[in-house]
T-cell receptor, first 114, second 115 residues
Framework: SQTIHQWPATLVQPVGSPLSLECTVE??????LYWYRQAAGRGLQLLFY??????ISSEVPQNLSASRPQDRQFILSSKKLLLSDSGFYLC?????????????FGPGTRLLVL | AQSVTQPDIHITVSEGASLELRCNYS??????LFWYVQSPGQGLQLLLK??????LVQGIKGFEAEFKRSQSSFNLRKPSVHWSDAAEYFC?????????????FGKGTLLTVNP
């Protein structure tokens, strides 16, 4: 079965500081990986997705970037955080625990930028 | 482009009452359809999914959903709601085929359960 780890669980950072959120996935090799953001009271916004090592697709222009240095590792970064970067960040994967198009989610990281 | 509409932002029901959460989608081909549930501060948990076949699908926690192609709907139902069902529910549609696979989510329906 699929297991998705996200680290850290909670983070409080000052405006202008850097950011690194990590997602690791157990299970089959070469999954699709995704980063979503949930702002308070809003739905899920897809930020980035990756179909393989080093392959990143950005869905919206923003202050964030993503990288996939290993097959089952997906990192979300920022050089300088903005107040608007606050939110709940979710990592998800496809083809990470089965052979169908079901997407599975990690536990999330709560980010508060002050 | 595909889209998902959940018309009800917030629904309140009494414990033991029946529940129906609405979901309408826009997609040209046969979609992959999902319902997820999210408790506060948690990730999303898959309730059920529809890919093909029987249009009435059963999920976890006593939930079911029915795919109606003519209405472009995939409504979620439960005959008797429990207090632990209070959460936010998201409907999603996936575009079939290809490695650049993505889901489109509705904005969610927040369910409150009164004792």
């Amino acid at each position: 079965s699929q297991t998705i780890h996200q680290w850290p669980a909670t983070l409080v950072q000052p405006v202008g500081s850097p950011l690194s959120l990590e997602c690791t996935v157990e299970g089959t090799s070469n999954p699709n990986l995704y980063w979503y953001r949930q702002a308070a009271g809003r739905g899920l916004q897809l930020l980035f997705y990756s179909v393989g090592i080093g392959q990143i697709s950005s869905e919206v222009p923003q202050n964030l970037s993503a990288s996939r240095p290993q097959d089952r590792q997906f990192i979300l970064s920022s050089k300088k955080l903005l107040l608007s970067d606050s939110g709940f960040y979710l990592c998800a994967c496809n083809w990470c625990g089965g052979s169908d198009e079901t997407q599975y989610f990690g536990p999330g990281t709560r980010l508060l930028v002050l | 482009a595909q889209s998902v509409t959940q018309p009800d932002i917030h629904i309140t029901v009494s414990e033991g009452a029946s529940l129906e959460l609405r979901c309408n989608y826009s997609y040209g081909a046969t979609p992959y359809l999902f319902w997820y549930v999210q408790s506060p501060g948690q990730g999303l948990q898959l309730l059920l999914k529809y890919f093909s076949g029987d249009t009435l699908v059963q999920g976890i926690k006593g939930f079911e959903a029915e795919f109606k192609r003519s209405q472009s709907s995939f409504n979620l139902r439960k005959p008797s709601v429990h207090w632990s069902d209070a959460a936010e529910y998201f409907c999603a549609v996936g575009e079939s085929g290809g490695s650049n696979y993505k889901l489109t989510f509705g904005k969610g329906t927040l369910l409150t359960v009164n004792p």
